[in-house]
């Protein structure tokens, strides 16, 4: 055979096998080809399916589907109705939850939903010396409910039950966001005997009471979830399946949504949200903000300690083009430490006015007529309440220059930078916050009362404002929501006078599905029970 | 040559030390705990402490060291920070999606590459050989990424004929058992996964064989040059053998030595620095794993993780060695 001839006849061999693989392509994807499975994208895989050791955001937003917890937030705010406990009662004092139960709800695995198994969760939680507590760290069983059995800030006294539906907690003090914090989603109800089989292996063999049942997990690939036929619920899920596929680029995601591969995702490039609105076959939800992003001033440092300055450096910032600039349709300017989606926001703080010339007499009036010069913090890394740290600092320094005050920027290695602020050596840092529970608490005591201005603070700003620690000590020992909304809604208040932050924006990340996904809610929370979503043929 | 072989293994032992304490002390070295990794913002001294106390990382280095190496030496690769899950079972998966991956990227390369060369060195300085060696220089030149997303928008977002990431269709349930699904798909018959693995095989497989095949390319036309004008391809010229012949048989086998160094040698860096394609294609490949374990700072991830591949990449040198002597054996090893 000369050389030519075994070209073309390896050319044909190509040309040959193509066809076949074209030919494979049209049967191929015939599995599981009738029945309505979503198919979610998103960046990363799932680390951990045991709600209660999850941490992160890719984890939750699967076993929310798997479990469910004793009272959840509703569909669209972060107000709480009825989960797995059908009614409940707090006593006068607040030190006493009483819950009952829904009858005839059925774990996964068969066995049965009844008080003992909440009893066992709580104890497996709370315990150290339980012999299930195993399998990570329950971070935030520890940060939501102050440390664990027998350690000083401990809420929960004891979860005992009283009969079969029916479960008593005793506080050692009322905590205002404890049903908040219930129907967080890691506090999802597991099935005891599948956890007593495993309690570490139990991560990648998940069984809760919820509308989705654990199928598989190609790990790195993607997690398959199967109605659960039996949900306690009627008529629920309206989905036969939900797949959550890691795609971690966010272009290749786009691309696959694009070309049906899969029907929703997050994580959208903020370029191609104007694609997706002109494009009728997709359709773009966002998300309700949950986050505060802001710039923190270190009120132990000079000229921070000087209200005038903050003040002054709060009018500088052109935040509407700020917002617009780096955040484009995904994210609003903040007035406020909390997002508007949360109950208690108060509306009518006035934020201060973009005014470089009046910020140039008040600092004239602090005793700065020429402005000074100090180092601004900026994170070296994307983060959901932030797209890009050392941008907007940039454009923080170009708004100072303009009063005259001349800004550093000094960035670390992200793990060293929060090391380092929380050690307080910043002046004024960049930072955020994404919210746990849909608790004003869990923004404006975590982030700005005095209780955590202790080295290493969590209220990087090192505000010591013994006004606000009162209101929200207050608020805290309150259990009922109305008895506490004007307690937040004055905090709102001093802490706008007080300026310890210049608070930036409100992120609202984008949800990007087909047209025919319907029935789709985003949760503020920044994950969500699917039940409710069907797909339009 | 089985001495040889034995000793080349015995070497390996110092190397794998060496690296084992390279990997280990660039991790302890990088700033950061890897305890406020787990904890993130939300960390609180006494969190933090516990967490390091329950990772081990209160101990002194070199205890942690000697812990680290005893339970490697049983085949341990450690627990995840993050996950909690036992890292060898979940890098032996993730590390055959990037066999499969690399083989038949390697595949594609040798076979455009070596047959690209021959022929512009067989038609040297003639417009064969110009377009060839701008193909090569083009593809050489192509960054991955840049392909890769060229590759999805055309194929799978524009003509819609192959998908443009992952292993398999997401609906697909199929039960690995060696982890490379081709393979597996065939073992047990199932024809339907097979097409459908083979068809999300294609477009990453070309990303990342693209540049291998530029460097095979070139590689294989000067050295078939260099073959080409020896005494012995003239007398087999001569001899009236046919032109395929020739080339396939006579030239191709001296003039491949050089081309398999280049073979052996990229095939390593493709295990291990697939890192791009396996992100842009959602490849749950090893370079995937790592990256994740980077971005969340796993540090027991990233330490086993780069032991084992570096490993790989050690042991496909000592095979790349070894095949010379099969392929030519002028070429002889130690005393004999």
Known sequence: ?537 | MIAYTIRRLLMLIPVLIGMSIITFSIIHALPGDPARAVLGERASAEQIAEVRESMGLDKPIYVQYFNYIGKLLQGDLGRSYITGREIAPELFTYLMATFELAIAAMLIAVFFGVNLGILSAWRQNSWVDYSAMMIALIGVSMPVFWLGLMEQWLFAQELGWLPSSSRLDARTMFEPITGLYVIDSIITGNWAVLGDAIRHLILPAVALGTIPMAIIARMTRSSMLEVMRSDYIRTARAKGLSEFWVIYKHTLKNAFIPVLTVVGLQTGILLGGAVLTETIFSWPGIGRYLYDAITSRDYQIIQSGILVVATIFVLINLIVDLLYAMIDPRIKYGRE
Not at chain 1, 14 to 19: D, P
């Open chain 1, 1 to 537: 055979m000369s050389l030519r001839k075994s070209w073309i006849a390896s050319i044909a061999l190509v040309m040959v096998l193509s066809l076949f693989l074209a030919a494979c392509g049209g049967g191929g994807d015939s599995a599981g080809g009738g029945e309505d499975i979503l198919i979610i994208g998103r960046g990363a895989d799932s680390k951990s399916l045991d709600p209660i050791q999850v941490t992160d955001g890719e984890s939750i937003k699967v076993t929310h589907n798997i479990f469910e917890t004793l009272v959840k937030f509703k569909e669209d705010s972060t107000e709480i109705e009825p989960g797995l406990a059908k009614e409940w009662e707090a006593s006068e004092d607040g030190k006493t939850w009483t819950f009952y139960l829904q009858e005839g709800v059925k774990f996964h695995d068969g066995t049965d939903f009844n008080a003992d198994a909440v009893v066992y969760n709580f104890e497996r939680w709370m315990d150290k010396d339980h012999p299930e507590h195993k399998g990570g760290e329950f971070i935030y069983y520890k940060g939501m409910f102050g440390g664990f059995k027998g350690d000083k800030g401990h809420v929960i006294k004891s979860v005992k039950a009283l009969d079969e539906y029916t479960v008593q907690f005793e506080l050692n003090y009322p905590q205002g966001p404890f049903l908040a914090n219930l129907a967080m989603a890691m506090f999802g109800i597991a099935s005891p005997e599948a956890v007593k089989k495993d309690p570490v292996a139990f991560n990648e063999n998940p069984v809760g009471t919820g509308p989705f049942k654990f199928k598989e997990w190609k790990k790195g690939e993607s997690i398959t979830l199967v109605k659960n036929e039996n949900y306690w619920r009627e008529g629920l899920p309206k989905l036969d399946g939900l797949i959550f596929r890691s795609i971690p680029d966010n272009s290749a995601r786009f691309t696959a949504l694009q070309s049906g591969e899969i029907d929703l995702m997050d994580g959208l490039n903020t370029d191609d949200a104007k694609q997706v609105e002109s494009n009728k076959d997709l359709q773009l939800f966002k998300r309700p903000p949950n986050t505060i992003g802001y710039l923190a001033f270190n009120m132990e440092k000079e000229p921070f300690n000087n209200k005038k300055v903050r003040q002054a450096l709060n009018m500088a910032v052109n935040k509407e083009g700020l917002v617009k600039t780096f955040f484009g349709d995904l994210g609003e300017p903040a007035k406020n430490p909390i997002p508007p989606s949360l109950w208690g926001y108060n509306d009518e703080v006035k934020d201060y006015e973009y005014n470089p010339e009046k910020a140039k007499e008040l600092l004239a009036e602090a005793g700065y007529p020429d402005g000074f010069s100090f180092d601004l913090w900026a994170m070296p890394e994307p983060r959901p309440y932030m797209p890009d740290g050392k941008k907007i600092a940039e454009y923080l320094q170009a708004n100072f220059e303009k009063i005259g005050v001349k800004a550093n920027i000094v960035s670390y290695e992200w793990l060293t930078y929060l090391e380092k602020t929380e050690n307080g050596e910043h002046e004024a840092a960049l930072l955020g916050w994404t919210g746990d529970n849909g608790d004003p608490d869990n923004f404006l005591y975590v982030l700005l009362d005095k209780d955590n201005a202790k080295k290493p603070a969590q209220n990087i700003a090192f505000y010591k404002s013994d006004e606000l620690h009162d209101l929200l000590i207050k608020a805290q020992r309150l259990s009922d929501q109305e008895e506490r909304e004007p307690l937040y809604l004055k905090a709102q208040e001093i802490i706008k006078e007080d300026a310890p932050w210049i608070t930036l924006a409100h992120a609202t990340p984008p949800v990007v599905a087909k047209a025919s996904v319907k029935g789709y809610v985003p949760h503020a929370t920044g994950s969500e029970s699917l039940e409710n979503v069907w797909i339009e043929k």
